[in-house]
């Protein structure tokens, strides 16, 4: 498809990997699924190149992540990275990379990707992107919805609508993380899907939608596109874009938007939640340890060792008798937590930011 | 008492305390019990010098230790460091030791102390200490006897036989290690003690000994005699001391010496023989734990926190929501370890020579 493009959002943060992620270092940049040392955004892009060329992947990014971005994705165009000066949530985001890949070419399609998910089945997952996008053509804006395998509360959910042909739904209602009792409902109703996040829609439709429901939002996309036209885009991304709305794309667009259609699909997708989600998704030994080759690991089983630090230390890493932890090295910080609780890193978090204060 | 002397041995390698411990960072050089950073040798000297000046405290240690433990005892003199080329275990350390000291004071008396143990009560110690010196003077050797306090399988033992007056008993038999059965008929038995491992005895009468039961190692301290009167001790201890007969003091002269004394005594006495024993000697906050003051610990109960690395890192150590654990840190390892597992930390360290290898 030659009019097809992607965007890559990675201007996330994320508090959950601490101490792996920081804001300088946030998860996308960090490889926390699968094999190897392959951070999630380089698995990301490298999944899609066999439907999308490096060309035309996009990478919208946070102003002091760009370099360490573009440093993990050597082959994209150094002018497909779009470098935020403020963070202002997904709709902002949305709109200034479909307003300059419009100008690249008015009738591009978009695919809208997060940068840090984890896709068993990559195949699968490329043949739903092709669909989706040929759903976008007939609609407002597609998404992919996930079909649910487990009462998860970590996710948002999608409920499916009316039957739009070719095995496509409208979407009837975007619905938020549930509890576990609705999340049990959800997942054995039929009607309900997790929310993938990504999105897909032509160019101009997104911009007409924005002009629309956000129409201050336009307006700076307005201010941008004329200071572009006049070869000065920079500086004035500079001045509007931190005055932009800060609203997601979903409460800001999709909610409001008619003919939203949603394709279902299964392919193995996690949104890498937890260090718990990633321990699941890395490849483990008999003893369901993911763990370095170099770990030294006696009588210890289902632990997750993340060796995260940028300097060679030559330092061993022993477990012994131990089941069921995580242990994360990074530069700065050693992290002991029962994989259980990984949702409970952001207490030591909150812990070591109230000590440094 | 001006004739009092102290001979701290302290040639131990050791492996119950990987990763801290290594050939070249033996036990008694880390601080492993109590409070603060306090090497275990640094405690063991400072502990007696209220009765026994820093001139007269000698230490016994190997060669490739010798620097390194002369560091942590600045205020020993250079002369009294005794620095063994070869181990030969503790008959010849001993022997050494009081050759060297009664050619100092014909008329000595010494105490043999470990170098890596912790005492609780350190006043109790002291007066226990001057009793065996006393009771030294009327026996071959003398040594002190610990009121078990539980049924401890890691000591041996000492049976107590007739009773010499002055609260002094002779000493019936050594006895090993022994099993929990038996250990536990020791300990409600009245009868045994445990063996501390410390000596007392007047220099002669402990050459004497050695003449009388290892002729062999006194013909070596003869020939070290000789050249030490000559001056030339230096080169003669290079040549003799790996020829000498590699044996206990306790097989070779204290199980056929008659005579031997036993002081009993109590003052929270341990041989800091592995993680869990360092934890229960250490300062701990109310929550159980043992760990540095920059640790930070959330939803955690009785871990021992041990940072032993030299270099700083600035790494924050986080544990959340473990228990009972030990993590250790050190310049070239990471151990997580389950306290109650600590005897096991030879298997991990087994498993990284193999690598190595």
Chains 1, 2 share one sequence.
Not at 242 to 271: C, N, Q, Y
Not at 285 to 303: K, T, W, Y
Request: proline content about 6%.
């Amino acid at each position: 498809m030659s009019h097809l493009y992607a965007v890559i959002m990675a201007g996330g943060a994320g508090t959950r990997f601490w101490p792996a992620s920081r804001s300088d270092r946030p998860k996308q940049l960090l490889p926390l699924a699968g094999k190897g040392n392959e951070p999630l955004i380089a698995a990301s892009v490298r999944r899609i190149l066999p439907i999308c060329p490096a060309e035309r992947v996009w990478v919208v990014t946070a102003r002091h992540l760009t370099d360490a971005t573009r440093a993990v994705l050597p082959d994209l165009p150094a002018e497909n990275f779009l470098s935020e000066p403020a963070p202002r949530n997904t709709a902002p985001c949305i709109g200034w990379a479909a307003a300059a890949i419009r100008r690249r070419d008015p009738e591009a399609l978009v695919m809208v990707l997060p940068s840090d998910h984890f896709i068993g089945d990559e195949p699968g997952f490329r043949a739903a992107l092709l669909r989706a996008v040929e759903a976008s053509k007939g609609c407002s804006v597609a998404t992919i919805g996930i079909t649910p395998t487990r009462p998860e509360t970590g996710y948002g959910y999608l409920e499916k609508g009316e039957d739009l042909g070719a095995g496509i739904r409208a979407v009837h209602r975007f619905i938020e993380k549930p509890d576990l009792a609705r999340a049990e409902v959800f997942a054995s109703s039929g009607q309900h899907l997790w929310n993938s996040g990504m999105f897909f829609f032509r160019a101009g439709e997104m911009l007409g939608l924005i002009r629309k429901h956000l129409p201050d939002l336009a307006k700076g996309l307005d201010r941008m596109e004329r200071a572009a036209a006049l070869g000065d885009e920079a500086a004035e991304i500079d001045n509007v874009f931190p005055t932009l709305p800060s609203i997601s794309i979903d409460h800001g667009v999709m909610e409001k938007a008619e003919r939203v259609a949603v394709v279902e699909a299964s392919f193995g997708w996690s949104d890498v939640g937890s260090w718990q989600s990633s321990w699941e998704l890395a490849d483990k030994d008999a003893q369901g340890n993911a763990a370095p080759q170099s770990a030294v690991l006696v009588d210890a089983r289902g632990n997750l060792v993340s060796d995260l630090r940028t300097k060679a230390t030559g330092q061993v890493i022993a477990l012994v008798g131990v089941d069921d932890l995580a242990v994360v090295l990074t530069d700065d910080a050693l992290l002991v937590i029962p994989r259980s609780r990984s949702q409970d890193v952001k207490k030591a978090l909150d812990e070591v930011k109230r000590r440094t204060k």
